[in-house]
């Protein structure tokens, strides 16, 4: 398996600054080269910078924002407008300013009472929105952006849970039992396959587990983060230097 790419940043505003010159990189070379692009925006707190910044003037001229697919990696079960959402973060820092067909903003929606259905659903609009059936294999997004819990884990890929089984599925629901709470989730097997995939990680608190994940065993039941493993061999690691200090190879 590629090795993936690590790369070292000095504190969480460098990490979002490095993170919407990539999103502006990645997305000019996809239109460029096939006329859209299809960015899958990861959930937490994290982003948020990354989101404001791109909204800024200088950065928000830089791409035609009407050749862009959004997608979400994860979901909470919550409604869009609810402070949970993961959507709803994306919507209020950067979408809502946009002026975006709201055909090419594609959310998982956690509002439906019924998790399974709504991952279904999910899997649809993606094959929908990607020209191909949702019974073939998963599509290639051109980047995905995926965040990492201080437990190991990634989108809503929880340690120890039912999502982490192996799956011909590209999205699926997930119960966490430590948040007693649903989650809806894109599975390693749609994440794995995108042209590119950024880890976006700082933060002492995520120290610990970043040593593990990157130079531990592989124990991908307890450090789900391990399960993304780029197809392409595109997997980067961008993370700031608190993050990093427990690292040996940095
Ligand atoms: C979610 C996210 C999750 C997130 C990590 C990191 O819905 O919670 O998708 O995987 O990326 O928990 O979150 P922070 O960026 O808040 O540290």
Known sequence: MPVPHLRLVADPEALAQAAADAFLEHGNQAIARRGRFTVVLSGGSTPKRLYQLLAQPDRRARIDWSRIDFFWGDERCVPPDHEQSNYGMAWKELLQGLQLDPARIHRLRGEDPDPAAAARSYQ???????????DDDPPTFDLVFLGMGPDGHTASLFPHTQAL????????????????????TMTPRILNRARAIMFLVGGADKADVLQEVLEGPLETDRLPSQLIQSDEGNLTWIVDRMAAAKLRNR
């Open 165 to 184: 089984q192996p799956t011909i599925h590209w999205v699926v629901p997930n119960y966490v039992p430590k948040f007693q709470a649903h989650r809806l």
């Open 124 to 134: 649809m609009d993606i094959a929908d929105a990607l020209g191909i059936s949702a």
